[in-house]
Nanobody, 113 residues
Framework: QVQLVESGGGLVQAGGSLRLSCAAS????????MAWYRQAPEKQRELVAS???????NYADTVKGRFTISRDNAKNTVYLQMNSLKFEDTAVYYC???????WGQGTQVTVSS
């Protein structure tokens, strides 16, 4: 059974940084793409970044140049380094495995202006 455990969210001032982590249990991590989504209040959930099993990455235009997604297959963990945070980055961030449509529980990121 797959489990995703996210951590690293919190409150940060605009311009600051946070690093989110998503640790996956099970044996499927290394052969699956991983993604981070976010959902702000009263808005639809949106893709933030994704990374394939071989390490190719994709970013939403709104975070390009500020966020970096990476993965450590030995640790079954995907990361989202978020720099130069803006108020509009405030949201619940979710880890997602597209291949099996599996979501983590989410972690809150709040950026104060």
């Amino acid at each position: 059974q797959v489990q995703l455990v996210e951590s690293g969210g919190g409150l940060v001032q605009a311009g600051g940084s946070l690093r989110l982590s998503c640790a996956a249990s099970g044996s499927i991590f290394s052969r699956n793409s991983m993604a981070w989504y976010r959902q702000a209040p009263e808005k639809q959930r949106e893709l933030v970044a994704s990374i394939t099993s071989s390490g190719s990455t994709n970013y939403a235009d709104t975070v390009k140049g500020r966020f970096t997604i990476s993965r450590d297959n030995a640790k079954n963990t995907v990361y989202l380094q978020m720099n130069s945070l803006k108020f509009e980055d405030t949201a619940v961030y979710y880890c997602y495995i597209p291949g099996i449509r599996y979501w983590g529980q989410g972690t809150q990121v709040t950026v104060s202006s």
